[in-house]
């Protein structure tokens, strides 16, 4: 199996990876750089020139032997992911993101539309602070509010708009994919998705990239991932979107940095070897594209990125994506149980509801 490499990098700014060292790690791997792009509004705007630095450097890393997705990110006050709640601000930012490639001439090779739940909703429901009766009754409001097939299907389509724009000026569009929306294909429905105000796999997506972010997985989830299944759920769910997507099923394996989502502190691979196990069970499960989460985690050795690491550690996590041979995991029988009932919770029992 040929593998292709890819790193996504959230919080650093053009100007901090525009380093001989940095070039020469992305190009010595081949490695495709998911670069965040954060916009900001004015006046209903926003700058199609806040991403020509990036432009300019992923010319760079191209020249070096890589390659550059730009990952597009709304302000958070307009839920920072894109999803169901803000597709108006959305579609604009698609708008300023072509014009900006317009304006610099050369293209990237590909977007990334990282399709997640509403930073509110996120914060409300996920992030530290909530006491227990305030999650619960955070997560019963979305949960009666959020279901809207109609809704779903307006989005579905708006999205396919916004996509095919983009792919009709030759770049490749991937998408982030929350692991157990994977669920959701099982019996072809969108209950999970719709619930997460997150259409993914009714749109026409170059890549689905599945967030299998194993150093905290099993701890977010522990009521569905129990210990020591972490690696045989990955292994399951990725041979299930293989199988329907082929060489469009991508997985993103870390973290390897706490990143910008409160309550993961800890919670993050600090050394290369303990992503082999994950490595090894999405290559089983036929994943030819390996991508990481996240570059920071890569460069550096601490959480406030000031401890830069040794070259011979920051290749380390690459040569593991690369060269780790495919081996499946082992079954695992509270995972098998706990599946069963996940799956059976979330079948949608009204696909007919979403019009296709």
């Known amino acids: 199996m ?103 001439g050369v293209a990237p090779d590909g977007v990334v539309l990282d399709m997640e739940p509403p930073w509110n909703q996120a ?23 959020n279901r809207n097939p109609r809704r779903f299907a307006w989005s579905v389509g708006r999205l396919r708009e916004i996509v095919a724009r983009l792919r009709g000026t030759g770049l490749a569009v991937s998408s982030a994919v929350i692991p157990f929306l994977i669920a959701d294909l099982i019996h072809e429905g969108n209950l999970l998705q719709d619930y997460l105000e997150t259409p993914v796999f009714p749109l026409p997506f170059d890549g689905y990239n599945a967030m299998f972010y194993n150093s905290y997985l099993p701890i977010a989830a522990a009521a569905l991932v129990p210990p020591g299944a972490a690696a045989r759920c990955l292994f399951e769910y990725m041979r299930e979107l293989a199988t329907l997507f082929g060489d469009r099923a991508w997985v993103t394996l870390g973290s390897t940095w706490e990143g910008v989502i409160p309550g993961n502190a800890g919670l993050a691979y600090d050394r290369a070897d303990q992503l082999v196990g994950d490595v090894a069970a999405a290559k089983a499960a036929g994943i030819g594209s390996l991508w990481l989460f996240c570059l920071e985690g890569v460069l550096y050795a601490d959480q406030g990125l000031t401890r830069r690491r040794e070259q011979l550690d920051s290749k380390a996590f690459f040569s593991v994506l690369r060269d780790t041979p495919a081996a499946e995991p082992a079954a695992h029988t509270g ?3 706990r599946r069963r009932v996940l799956e059976w919770v979330t079948r949608d029992r009204r696909p007919w509801a979403y019009g296709w």
Do not use: M
């Not at 839920?79 to 610099?104: Q, S, T």
């Not at 914060?123 to 509010?145: D, I, K, M, T």
């Open 123 to 145: 914060a409300a429901v996920l992030f530290p602070g909530p006491g227990p009766a305030s999650r619960a009754v955070s997560l019963a409001r979305y949960f009666l509010e």
């Open 2 to 104: 040929t593998v292709s490499l890819g790193v996504y990098c959230e919080t650093l700014a053009p100007r901090e990876l525009d380093r001989p060292d940095v070039l020469g790690l992305l190009g010595e791997f081949r490695v495709t750089l998911g670069h965040a792009v954060r916009f900001t509004e004015t006046s209903g705007a926003f700058d199609p020139d806040r991403v020509r630095p990036y432009l300019e450097l992923g010319d760079k890393i191209r020249a070096a032997g890589g390659g550059l997705f730009v990952w597009p990110l709304l302000p958070k006050l307009l839920g920072y992911w894109w999803n169901e709640r803000n597709l108006d601000a959305a579609d604009r930012l698609a708008n300023a993101l072509l014009e900006g490639i317009r304006r610099h």
């Open 335 to 337: 995972w098998s149980r």
